[in-house]
């Protein structure tokens, strides 16, 4: 089993940065596929961007491919979201999930077993 904790949201203007983290407990974090996921308002949970267990491979979401980074350091037990050139839409809360299957590669939030409690990221025009 692992916990997951978001901190790193904030209050940014539309062109800037902010980067997100999530730490975990529990020894088998490396044992898990990670991803990001978004929820706005009055929207359902969408697919942000997936990690692979050694961290080797990543996979993003058209619409932030190539502004958002994420990363993982399992010696540390954590993952990452660098996110640039933030535009408005890009306003949500954000999670992070862990998926006990790690070899998949999944953009669907029901096959991911845990979830952070999520940090608003809110970005003003």
């Known amino acids: 089993q692992v916990q997951l904790v978001e901190s790193g949201g904030g209050l940014v203007q539309a062109g800037g940065s902010l980067r997100l983290s999530c730490a975990a407990s529990?020894?088998?974090?490396?044992?898990?596929?990670m991803a990001w996921f978004r929820q706005a308002p009055g929207k359902e949970r969408e697919f942000v961007a997936h990690i692979n267990w050694p961290g080797s491979s990543t996979y993003y979401a058209d619409s932030v491919k190539g502004r958002f980074t994420i990363s993982r350091d399992n010696a540390k037990n954590t993952m990452s979201l660098q996110m640039n050139s933030l535009k408005p839409e890009d306003t949500a809360v954000y999670y992070c999930a862990a998926d006990s299957q790690s070899y998949r590669r999944s953009s669907y939030a029901r096959d991911y077993d845990y979830w952070g409690q999520g940090t608003q990221v809110t970005v003003s025009s």
């Open positions: 529990g020894r088998t974090f490396s044992r898990y596929a």
